[in-house]
């Protein structure tokens, strides 16, 4: 059984920080060989690639939309199957329902989601 559990959202200020963390489960001992990324989704918008990393192992391409460079960064931990987005400098543009994502080839798993909103 597949399972992806994002948690570490939450309401924070301008300029405030978040680190989002999601837990990979049911991968047995291909979880490194995975992509993994962030996806985001407001209300009224289209869900949209954040932040991805091709590869856990060997050659990886890291990914980032033009509107998180340099604030976000996306990590992953092969060992405890998890993944990690720290979330600095935070506008209100970055409000949304946050989702991870891990794929391979044709397959590609989902997280529930974990709301982010970004607010004075």
């Known amino acids: 059984q597949v399972q992806l559990v994002e948690s570490g959202g939450g309401l924070v200020q301008p300029g405030g920080s978040l680190r989002l963390s999601c837990a990979a489960s049911?991968?047995?001992?291909?979880?490194?060989?995975?992509?993994t990324a962030w996806y985001r989704q407001a209300p009224g918008n289209q869900r949209e690639l954040v932040t991805s990393i091709s590869r856990g192992t060997g050659t990886s391409n890291t990914y980032y939309v033009d509107s998180v460079k340099g604030r976000f960064t996306i990590s992953r931990d092969n060992v405890e199957k998890m993944v990690y987005l720290q979330m600095n400098d935070l506008k209100p543009e970055d409000t949304a329902v946050y989702y991870c994502?891990?794929?391979?080839?044709?397959?590609?798993?989902w997280g529930q989601g974990t709301q982010v909103t970004v607010s004075s």
């Open positions: 049911g991968f047995g001992f291909t979880f490194s060989v995975y992509g």
């Open positions: 994502n891990v794929y391979f080839g044709g397959a590609s798993y």
